[in-house]
C-alpha cells in the first residue's frame, strides 16, 4: 500500500509535463539572452502595495501562473504585461529570443489597454525589468531562474524521472528526453558570471543559469535524471524523429538522425561542457567533486570506475581534515551541507556497488568521523552551536543535520520526485552502525523518524522494510532510544561543548576559540549557553543580507566582534586566528575548559576559561575568567536572551554610540562599578518552546576588577 501511494503521488507529481505535447516540452528551455537576476529586487517593496518584499519572497509558481511572480502581502501579479506573447514573437530563426525582433507594442499593462490610462506602463517588464523612473524590479530576470528554470525545467525533469522509476511507463523518459536535449542544444552559452545579476550587481560569480553553488548541484541532478531514464530510450524512434524534424527546423548544429546522436548531445552538450567548465560548478567544497564524480559515473561506469575513484582519493582526505570534516563554518548550514551532499553521494554508489559503504569506511577511516561530529555537537537533541552563518536568532534545530531526512513516504508533489530518487539517509546511518558498532546512528535515525520504525527507512528501493525495521527496533530495545552526549572538544574545529543533566533539565556550555574561516564570524571566544529548552545566550545566526547583500552594514554586523559574546580590545574586530585548548577537564559535577587565540589581537595574552558546576538536577552555573593583556580598553559582551532584564550594584546614565560598525544605541552606562554587580534576565520564549506558564531567568554577575 505504502509503494501503491508513493508511486501514484509521483504519478501525479508528473501529470502536467505528460499532458504537454512534445512542441511544448521543448519549448520550455530558454536562451542566456535577457539578464537574469538572483532576486527582483534584494531589498525591496511590492511596487503595488509598497510594502517589504525582500530577497526571495516573492511567490512564484510556475506551472499555474506562468511568467508571473506573486507579492506575498497584496497578491498582486508581476509583470503586468503578457509576457509570454512577447517574449514568442522574438524567438529567432535557432529559437532564442532577440529583444531586437520582440514586438514592442505588445509592452504594456494587459489589465490597463488603454495608453491613455495613468497605469497603462505600470508593472510592465520587457525582460530587462520594470522601471518607474526611480526603482527597477527584476520580474521577468528572476522568474526565469525561480519559475522556468527550477520549477518548469528542473522540477519537470525530476517529476518525470520519479515518474518513470515507479512506472517503467516510457512516455516519461522520452518527454524527459526531449527536455534534457534541448538544454544540451544552449547549455554551454550559459555564463551566470556575465549574463546575471545578484544584490542588483554583476558580481563576478560564476555559475549556468544559476549562481555557481545552485548550477553545481543542478548540473549534478541533470546527470542522476539522465541516468534515471536511460533506460527508457533505447529504440524510441519517435524521439529521433522529433529531434530531428527540430534540428533542421531551427538550424541546429548538433546531428539528432540517431538515438546515439542525441545521447551523444545530451552528454556533450551538459557534463562534458561542465566537466571541461568546472569553475562554472566550483561550490563549497567538496560538493563540485561530488558533481564531477557523479557525473563520471553515470557518462562511463564501468571505463570511469578507477577515475571515479581517484576523485574520492583526492577529495576524502580533504573532506574529512578538520575533525571529520572540511572545517566550514556556519554548524548546522555550510558545515552540514557538505557532509550531507556526501552521504548521498556515497548512498548512490552505495546502490551501485553492494559492499561500497564498508569499503569506503575501511579506505578512509576518518569518515567514521565525519557522520559523528553532527550528533557530538548537538546540543539537549534541539541546538547546534550558531558558529558562523548559521541558524536564526534562538532558534532551534529539532533533527540531526548530518544527513538529509525525507521523513515518510511522500503526500505531496513537491517532495515526491527527491524521495523516489534520493538515497535513504536511514539506510546510510544504518550501514554506518553495521560497520562501526556506534548505537548512536541508529538513535538518530530512530529519532528523526518520529521516534517509531513505522515507515523505515523511507526508500522505495528497500527490498525488505519490515527487516529494516525489525533490526532497527532490536537495537532500541537493547541499547535504549536516548543520546547520552558526553562533553566534547573539537580541537581542530576549535568548539567545546560542556555538559551536564538529564532530559528537560539537560544543559550544554559552549566556546568558540577561533576567528573567521570559510562562512566564519570574527568571534574567538564566544560563549553561548543551552538549558532549561532554551538557547540563554543567543548569537544572531544567518546575516540578513536582504539589506544590500553580504557588505550591507547590517549582514557586516552579524561577522564583527562585537555581535558575540566575547572581548572587544580597543573597540577592534578580531583577525583571522586559530585557537588552541590550553586546560580541559571533564568531572562528574565540573566540565571545564581554557582555550587561548592571541593572535586575534596580536595580544600578549587571550584566553577564556569556563566551567560548568552542578549545584543539583535542575541548578546550576558557569564561571567565566576571560584574561586579556594587551591594547588600552577591554569591552567585555554578555548579549543575553530576548526579554527583561533588571540590573543591581548599578547607576545607568546615558553613554554615546559604541561606534566602529556596531549597530549598538541608547546605551547605559556606569562608569564607576564595583565588582559584584548582576543583571537578572526574564527570558521572553519567543518561539513558543517552553510549556504554557513557565518562566527561566538567568543572572549574570561580575567580579571584575580595575575595569
Given amino acids: ?183 544540451a542544444d544552449v547549455y554551454p552559452s550559459f555564463d551566470f558570471v556575465s549574463q546575471a545579476l545578484v544584490y542588483e550587481q554583476r558580481l563576478g560569480s560564476n555559475g549556468y543559469v544559476s549562481i555557481w553553488h545552485d548550477a553545481c548541484e543542478e548540473t549534478r541532478e541533470l546527470a542522476l535524471v539522465y541516468d534515471a531514464i536511460f533506460p527508457g530510450l533505447d529504440g524510441d524512434e519517435e524521439l529521433v524523429s522529433f529531434l530531428s524534424a527540430k534540428a533542421r527546423q531551427y538550424g541546429l548544429s548538433a546531428p539528432k538522425a540517431s538515438g546515439a546522436d542525441i545521447l551523444r548531445n545530451i552528454e556533450n552538450g551538459i557534463f562534458r561542457d561542465a566537466l571541461r567548465n568546472q569553475h562554472k560548478i566550483s561550490s563549497n567544497y567538496p560538493r563540485t567533486p561530488i558533481a564531477v564524480a557523479t557525473m563520471m559515473a553515470v557518462l562511463d561506469w564501468e571505463g570511469a570506475r578507477e577515475e571515479v ?82 541558524g536564526w536568532l534562538v532558534a532551534r534545530a529539532p533533527v540531526y543535520v548530518g544527513v538529509v531526512f525525507d521523513k515518510g513516504y511522500p503526500s505531496s508533489p513537491g517532495t515526491a520526485a527527491s524521495w523516489i530518487m534520493r538515497p535513504s539517509a536511514y539506510e546510510f546511518l544504518w550501514q554506518l552502525y553495521e560497520a562501526t558498532g556506534d548505537a548512536d546512528y541508529v538513535r538518530i535515525l530512530y529519532s528523526a523518524n518520529g521516534g517509531r520504525t513505522e515507515g523505515l527507512p523511507n526508500d522505495f528501493f528497500c527490498a525488505d522494510p519490515q527487516g529494516f525495521q525489525d533490526r532497527v527496533a532490536q537495537v532500541i530495545a537493547q541499547h535504549g532510544a536516548e543520546l547520552h552526549l558526553p562533553s566534547v572538544n573539537k580541537q581542530q574545529w576549535c568548539l567545546a561543548i560542556l555538559r551536564s543533566g538529564r532530559g528537560e533539565n539537560e544543559r550544554a556550555v559552549w566556546l568558540d576559540y577561533d576567528a573567521g574561516g570559510g562562512h566564519g564570524h570574527l568571534d574567538a571566544m564566544n560563549l553561548g549557553l543551552f538549558a532549561h529548552g532554551l538557547d540563554l545566550l543567543p548569537d544572531f545566526g544567518y546575516p540578513p543580507v536582504q539589506f544590500g ?139 513558543g518552546y517552553l510549556p504554557a506558564g513557565r518562566q527561566v531567568r538567568m543572572r549574570y554577575t561580575d567580579m571584575t576588577n580595575q575595569a
Avoid at 569518515?367 to 552563518?389: K, M, N, Q, V
Avoid at 567565566?624 to 532584564?645: A, L, M
Fill in 1 to 183: 500500500d505504502w509503494a501503491r501511494q508513493a508511486r501514484d503521488t509521483v504519478v501525479a507529481a508528473a501529470e502536467p509535463w505528460r499532458r504537454m505535447s512534445d512542441d511544448e516540452i521543448w519549448g520550455l528551455m530558454f536562451g542566456p539572452t535577457i539578464t537574469r537576476s538572483w532576486m527582483v529586487w534584494s531589498n525591496g517593496f511590492c511596487p503595488a502595495c509598497r510594502q517589504s518584499v525582500p530577497m526571495y519572497n516573492w511567490i512564484v509558481d510556475a506551472v499555474n501562473l506562468p511568467w508571473k511572480v506573486r507579492c506575498p502581502h497584496c497578491s498582486e501579479v508581476f509583470p503586468k504585461n503578457d509576457f509570454n506573447r512577447f517574449y514568442l514573437s522574438g524567438l529567432d530563426e535557432h529559437g532564442i529570443f532577440d529583444s531586437a525582433r520582440a514586438d514592442r507594442s505588445l509592452l504594456y499593462n494587459a489589465e490597463h489597454p488603454e495608453p491613455s490610462d495613468p497605469l497603462h506602463m505600470f508593472g510592465v517588464d520587457d525582460g530587462e525589468g520594470y522601471f518607474d523612473g526611480e526603482n527597477r524590479w527584476r520580474f521577468v530576470g528572476a522568474y526565469l531562474i525561480y519559475g522556468q528554470w527550477k520549477q518548469l525545467i528542473l522540477g519537470g525533469l525530476k517529476n518525470l524521472a520519479a515518474a518513470y522509476l515507479a512506472t517503467g511507463d516510457r512516455t516519461y523518459a522520452h518527454k524527459a528526453a526531449i527536455l534534457l536535449d534541448r538544454i
Fill in 309 to 390: 575513484y581517484k576523485v574520492f582519493d583526492e577529495m576524502l582526505p580533504r573532506a574529512t581534515a578538520v575533525d571529520g570534516v572540511t572545517g566550514e563554518k556556519g554548524l548546522q548550514n555550510y558545515s552540514a551541507f557538505v557532509i550531507q551532499g556526501l552521504a548521498e553521494m556515497l548512498g548512490y554508489f552505495g546502490r551501485a556497488m553492494p559492499g561500497f559503504i564498508p569499503d569506503i569506511l575501511r579506505r578512509y577511516p576518518r569518515l567514521r568521523e565525519t557522520y559523528r561530529f553532527h550528533i557530538d555537537t548537538w546540543c539537549l537533541g534541539a541546538y547546534y552551536p550558531p558558529s558562523g552563518d548559521s
Fill in 549 to 687: 547583500g553580504w557588505g550591507s552594514p547590517r549582514a557586516v554586523w552579524y561577522h564583527i566582534t562585537a555581535s558575540h559574546n566575547t572581548v572587544l580590545i580597543d573597540r577592534a574586530s578580531q583577525q583571522v586566528a586559530q585557537g588552541a585548548t590550553r586546560l580541559w577537564g571533564d568531572g562528574e559535577c565540573v566540565q571545564f575548559i581554557e582555550a587561548a587565540a592571541p593572535a586575534a589581537y596580536s595580544a600578549q595574552q587571550y584566553s577564556r576559561t569556563v566551567a560548568l558546576v552542578d549545584v543539583s538536577e535542575t541548578d546550576f552555573y558557569a564561571a567565566d575568567i576571560f584574561r586579556v593583556v594587551g591594547g588600552s580598553e577591554h569591552t567585555k559582551f554578555v548579549q543575553g536572551p530576548p526579554g527583561k532584564v533588571a540590573v543591581e550594584g548599578l547607576s545607568l546614565a546615558p553613554a554615546g554610540d559604541f561606534g566602529h560598525g556596531a549597530l549598538l544605541r541608547d546605551l547605559r552606562l556606569d562608569s564607576t562599578a564595583r565588582p559584584g554587580w548582576s543583571a537578572d534576565f526574564a527570558v521572553e520564549d519567543i518561539r
